[in-house]
Each structure stands twice: as structure tokens, then as C-alpha cells.
Nanobody, 120 residues
């Protein structure tokens, strides 16, 4: 049993902001890349943002300039700051803690998902 907890979802109006958190203990968090995925009804799950152990970030085009992924290794926590939210951002957001070759772990972990709803 691994402690992996997502939080921060909710209901906001277009243009609003939310910050999602993903905390994971006991898995060598600092050695793993973290990704935020989302899945909306009628759409495939997509990778929204990713951050490597060294802090390099990647974003899908639709969220560039609006979302920021970050991590605090001392707290074993990753964040997704979402600003200027749009209706099309509505989805269930999932945190993924990737496998790590460095620590020889072939196991990845998924959060339980948190609902983000952007409504007028």
C-alpha cells in the first residue's frame, strides 16, 4: 500500500484558477518524473504537463502559458497550477508518478483522480 493522494479539484468559472496537488510517500518521489493527465467525457486521456526529476517541464499546446507544473521534493509533492481556466479544461485530472530506471522501479503510480469543472 502506497500513499498517493490527489487534491485541489473543484468548480470554477471561466478565467478562474485552481491548484492541484499530488503527494506520494515511500516510492522515491525525487527520482521519478510526474505527469498530470486529464480525461473529459468523449475525449481520450491526454498528458497535460510533465516534470522530470531535474525540473524540466513539458506542456500540451492547449495549456501552454496557462498551466504550470512544479514539484517540491522535500514535501514529496507535485503541483499543477491552472490559471485562465476554460470550459474545455473540464475533466478528471490524474497524477501519474512514473517508473524510475535510476532506482530500478518498474512500477508507476496513479492518483485517484480529481474533478475539475469550469462552468459559466
Amino acid at each position: 500500500q502506497v500513499q498517493l493522494v490527489e487534491s485541489g479539484g473543484g468548480l470554477v468559472q471561466p478565467g478562474g484558477s485552481l491548484r492541484l496537488s499530488c503527494s506520494a510517500s515511500g516510492i522515491g518521489f525525487s527520482f521519478r518524473a510526474v505527469g498530470w493527465y486529464r480525461q473529459a467525457p468523449g475525449k481520450q486521456r491526454e498528458l497535460v504537463a510533465r516534470i522530470t526529476p531535474g525540473g524540466t517541464t513539458n506542456y500540451t499546446d492547449s495549456v501552454k502559458g496557462r498551466f504550470t507544473i512544479s514539484r517540491d521534493n522535500a514535501k514529496n509533492t507535485a503541483y499543477l497550477q491552472m490559471n485562465s481556466l476554460k470550459s474545455e479544461d473540464t475533466a478528471v485530472y490524474y497524477c501519474n508518478i512514473d517508473k524510475s530506471v535510476v532506482i530500478r522501479s518498474s512500477v508507476a503510480y496513479w492518483g485517484q483522480g480529481t474533478q475539475v469543472t469550469v462552468s459559466s
